[in-house]
Structure formats: structure tokens, C-alpha cells
């Protein structure tokens, strides 16, 4: 069965410093895969996609993560943390691509200190 | 454009009462999804609407579940009699097309069965 796995319930970093949540997947067919946020008493905002083009996957607010197929991964990174980073973050695949349900990761909250 | 709405926000209901949940997908949009997430654990899929068609309602949890889309416009997710363990945040997402680009989630209705 297709899953998604996050490391980490819970990151926390430094303002300024490196992102990086993990998120790694299992399907039988090429994935499309996506990251999302949740801040406080929002809903989810989608921050990037994978969908077979690029590997390198660029997205909003300075994030961006990179499809390895060989490693089964698509860890979402940014180079310097901001205050206004700290929230939730859900990695989702949808395992078929032309199907209906994301299959989502249990989230990591990412903490960001001053 | 006006995002994906859910209304209400909050919901606090004693076990054995009936809620009514509901959502307006952005305009255009044919496909809605609801999914829910119990605490604690990942979100998870419910039901997809294709127009007023149900496509995929594999993820509800049992027939105390009832969802509507009636004129292939908004959604209603009924939950009756409500249970202690279908406490937690129900999303309503929407897209154009299936898959491939992702979701619109609305915010949310938190929902607590006490």
C-alpha cells in the first residue's frame, strides 16, 4: 500500500538557519507529490509540487524540494529560517497521478527560535 | 477568486446529536474532496465529488457518514449520531482537474463530540 513517512513530529531551528523536513514515500508508479503548511487556525496552503517535470521543485516563501526517485524522498528545504516559518507541514503523494486521494504524512511541526 | 469555504469553524456537539458540515468549493471547481484528521493522527481521505457524482467514498468510515452535493455545487457532510471518536478537523479541498495540480483546502471545521 502507498504511505508517506515524516521524520520528525517536531523540528525546531534558529532563525537563520537551515530547513530541512523529511518526507519519504512508497509507490508502484511515479508519484505526484506535494508539501503543504497549516499556520494556526488556517487551512492547508499548498507550498510546492512534483509532477514529473523538474526534480528540483521550487515554491513559496523560499522553500523548495527535490524528488530522488532512487531514495524515494522529497525533502522540503529552505536556506534560512524565518520567525513566520514556524507551523505545521504535511508532505502528500498521490500515488497514481490521474487519481483522486492524497495520501498524506502524519506532519512535522516546525519551531523556529530567535 | 474566493478560496474554499467551510462553515462552521467549530462545532461542539454531545455524542448521539446530529452536525451538518459544510463547504463551497471555488466556482468551476468539479471536483470536491472532503478529508478529516482525528488528532494525532495523518489526514485522511473521506470522499471525492466529481459534480454531483459521487467518484470515490472509500474512506468513509462507516453509514453514520452521509455526504450530499447536490446541483454539483457546495457539499454537506452529515455526521448522525455523532460518535466521541469522529471528533477532529474535517478539510474540504476542490481543483479543476484531478490530481495533477494539487488542491484548494478550505480552513477547516473543527469538530468535537463530547
Known amino acids: 500500500a502507498q504511505s508517506v513517512t515524516q521524520l520528525g513530529s517536531h523540528v525546531s531551528v534558529s532563525e537563520g538557519a537551515l530547513v530541512l523536513l523529511r518526507c519519504n514515500y512508497s509507490?508502484?508508479?511515479?508519484?505526484?507529490l506535494f508539501w503543504y503548511v497549516q499556520y494556526p487556525n488556517q487551512g492547508l496552503q499548498l507550498l510546492l509540487k512534483?509532477?514529473?517535470?523538474?526534480?528540483l521543485v521550487k515554491g513559496i516563501n523560499g522553500f523548495e524540494a527535490e524528488f530522488k526517485k532512487s531514495e524515494t524522498s522529497f525533502h522540503l528545504t529552505k536556506p534560512s529560517a524565518h520567525m513566520s516559518d514556524a507551523a505545521e507541514y504535511f508532505c502528500?503523494?498521490?500515488?497514481?497521478?490521474?487519481?483522486?486521494?492524497?495520501?498524506f504524512g502524519k506532519g512535522t511541526t516546525l519551531s523556529v527560535s530567535s | 477568486e474566493a478560496g474554499v469555504t467551510q462553515f462552521p469553524s467549530h462545532s461542539v456537539i454531545e455524542k448521539g446529536q446530529t452536525v451538518t458540515l459544510r463547504c463551497d468549493p471555488i466556482?468551476?471547481?468539479?471536483?470536491l474532496y472532503w478529508y478529516r484528521r482525528v488528532m494525532g493522527k495523518e489526514i485522511k481521505f473521506l470522499l471525492h465529488?466529481?459534480?454531483?457524482?459521487?467518484?470515490?467514498e472509500s474512506g468513509m468510515p462507516n453509514n453514520r457518514f452521509l455526504a450530499e452535493r447536490t446541483g454539483g455545487t457546495y457539499s454537506t457532510l452529515k455526521v448522525q449520531p455523532a460518535e466521541l471518536e469522529d471528533s477532529g478537523v474535517y478539510f474540504c479541498?476542490?481543483?479543476?482537474?484531478?490530481?495533477?495540480?494539487?488542491?484548494?483546502f478550505g480552513s477547516g471545521t473543527r469538530l468535537t463530540v463530547v
Open positions: 479541498a476542490s481543483s479543476q482537474k484531478q490530481g495533477i495540480h494539487g488542491y484548494t
Open positions: 465529488f466529481v459534480k454531483e457524482s459521487k467518484q470515490d
Open positions: 466556482s468551476g471547481h468539479d471536483n
Open positions: 502528500a503523494v498521490n500515488p497514481n497521478q490521474a487519481g483522486t486521494a492524497l495520501i
Open positions: 512534483y509532477t514529473s517535470a523538474a526534480t
Open positions: 509507490s508502484s508508479v511515479p508519484p505526484y
